[in-house]
């Protein structure tokens, strides 16, 4: 059920358009094909220098110690709503060149293009991902033995959004508020820093 | 035309294994009407905080100064095939939050987002997207007059992909060499670092 579609100025595709971060999951487990699908979408990403630096950690409800070793690794804010999704991924980030050892400026960068192919996949299927940046990536790193160069960077719960009916009325709350951004004449320019790009500002007038 | 399409192990959508970065390039520009699309998807994607901290300046073959503005904050090396390409733009991140002037550690990650999320949109419209990590930052912040805490990252190059029997045999070869990626049970992991997901490990037996 998607409750929060985009309200776009110009049109995009639906696996964009339908993509949202919910704060409720229900407790329909994930299929182990979707799973393939969702890491096999990441696999496919552009990577500086085809370096690949993404790496996921992930566990499953079915798995109670593993779920709970990764739940461990996010800040308690996120422990609290994320401990309702089926599954839950850490994204681990290579942080130099295998070939080389040197810095990878991309790194980063690149773990964000995989994951974010992870959730057009995800988009696509029915299945919801709400990523976060509030983790704790020394714990981590103490948990999975993570070596020196990589990182935990990111995590991920993945499922089913929840009916907010069903939420507790501070999580409801946030699934339920209207989506914002930027329009595109407040970062898309042309020239200068901050002058918009004519076929932007020409469709807005 | 699609010359490099992902053979993956596990079926994902057409937008993302269609998706390649080729070092050829059409004339045939692009019009305002997708590009608008395409920054639109970029706007959609997921940000910590919704902080959204892309930028993107943007420039088309029709204004060759601005062009060749754009041109020069490549390396030489991006510059000699990328000039092909009917559109190009550098990716600027906002490195520190808006409402606190804090570091965002998620900054360049969703920079990633938004750019993976403008790439679907054009593979999808059968353009195609060559991603950059090869800039001069320096550059970028002289030419545009580009902010403190902000931050030239990346450039695309936009456009249709040429055929590669038009190309010079150096790109040629480039454009025309078979997609790798290592297999998921290298990448995602269960439990311990390095030890594959059973997801993975269970169908790739």
Tied chains: 1, 2.
């Excluded at 370096?51 to 990764?70: C, G, H, M, R």
């Amino acid at each position: 059920m998607n409750i929060k579609k985009a309200v776009t100025d110009y049109p995009i595709q639906h696996a964009l358009a339908d993509r949202w971060s919910p704060y409720g999951f229900e407790e329909r487990a994930v299929t182990e094909a979707d799973l393939c699908s969702l890491f096999e979408a990441a696999r496919w990403a552009a990577s500086s220098y085809n370096e690949q630096p993404w790496n996921y950690i992930v566990a499953t409800k079915d798995n109670s110690k593993e779920f709970d070793q990764l739940l461990s690794c996010l800040v308690e804010a996120n422990q609290a709503w994320a401990k309702a999704a089926p599954v839950l991924a850490l994204g681990v980030v290579s942080l130099r060149f295998a070939k080389n050892h040197k810095d990878n400026r991309a790194a980063v960068h690149d773990l964000g293009l995989a994951s974010g192919n992870l959730v057009v996949e995800a988009t696509s299927r029915g299945l919801a991902v709400h990523q976060m940046i509030g983790i704790l990536p020394d714990k981590a790193r103490e948990v999975y033995q993570i070596p020196e160069h990589f990182e935990a960077w990111t995590a991920m719960a993945i499922g089913y959004n929840a009916d907010p009916a069903t939420m507790p009325a501070a999580l409801k709350e946030r699934d339920l508020a209207p989506r914002q951004r930027r329009p595109l004449g407040d970062f898309v320019f042309a020239g200068q820093w901050k002058h918009a790009s004519p076929f932007v500002s020409k469709r807005d007038t």
